[in-house]
């Protein structure tokens, strides 16, 4: 316990999935954590949930692709915790569509939410990081590795995560500050489970069986804890020495 202590944590997209996830066990871990989402509900009771459990969690209703929310969030978290140390560019969105059938307007969307976003919470967690350093972590996928012939904009978005970790990485080493970038493989999360649902009953378990005998070395799907250790490890002082990596979390997929 403690890998974290003292540290400010923000947490986007941790009302479900791999955010929650990751702001539990930097909680857990003695960091203090802002959860932020749109979801206000869902993130509201999971803070509060956390907070019964005695760690130290407040909620922000956020809408990454807005950077005058951003300005708010970091604002906020910086006048009521003097730092801010640790930041975690989760939130996503992802559907299926291949390059013909995806439009514009998806497209946009899309990467408003999974790589514009990316781009103002990084820019503005530097400037709140500099003279004290910090560690960003992007939300990437295997996604942004490899091809998926039905997740054109899903591709775009996570591959622009990646490299954009890299550059940023490279601007901020001589300032105390990492940037790195996870790539997770196929996870039993809320937003798999939606994105397979919208093939139909029996297409979408013959994707997942696909995914998990065929596709997935380990014949699983991954569980959010185990991302959330990766996020753990480049979050605290153990990773001094990471930045501009890519952590992939993805049972093998990648391997291959």
């Known amino acids: 316990m403690g890998r974290v202590a003292g540290k400010v944590a923000i947490v986007t997209g941790a009302a479900k999935g791999l955010g929650l996830a990751a702001a539990e066990l930097l ?9 932020t989402d749109v979801d206000a509900v869902a993130g509201a009771a999971e803070t509060t949930r956390l907070a019964e459990r005695g760690f130290a969690v407040s909620f922000e209703h956020h ?59 990084t820019q503005k967690a530097i400037a709140a990081m500099k003279g004290h350093g910090g ?8 996604e942004g590795i490899v091809g998926e012939p039905g997740l054109a904009a899903y591709n775009a978005s996570k591959g622009a995560v990646r490299i954009f970790t890299k550059s940023a990485a490279l601007h901020c080493a001589r300032m105390g500050i990492r940037v790195n970038s996870v790539h997770p493989g196929y ?9 397979l ?10 994707a997942h069986d696909h995914i998990v005998n065929v596709r997935c070395p380990m014949g699983r799907l991954g569980r959010p804890r185990e991302v959330a250790y990766g996020v753990l490890f480049l979050a605290s002082d153990e990773s001094s020495f990471v930045t501009g990596s890519e952590l992939v979390i993805d049972g093998g997929y990648t391997a291959q």
Do not use: C, Y
Not at 135 to 142: A, G, K, M, V
Not at 197 to 206: C, H, R, T, Y
């Open 27 to 35: 909680a857990e871990e003695r960091a203090t954590v802002v959860l």
């Open 197 to 206: 649902g919208e093939l139909g009953p029996d297409v979408a378990k013959a």
């Open 135 to 142: 560690s960003i972590i992007n939300i990437s996928s295997i």
């Open 63 to 121: 809408d990454v692709t807005r950077p005058e929310e951003w300005d708010r969030v970091v604002g906020e978290t910086l006048r009521r915790h003097g730092k801010l140390d640790i930041l975690v560019n989760n939130a996503g969105v992802a559907w299926i569509a291949d390059v013909e059938t995806e439009t514009l307007e998806g497209w946009r969307r899309l990467n408003a939410v999974n790589s514009d976003a990316v781009f103002l919470g």
């Open 187 to 195: 996870i039993d999360t809320p937003m798999v489970a939606k994105a």
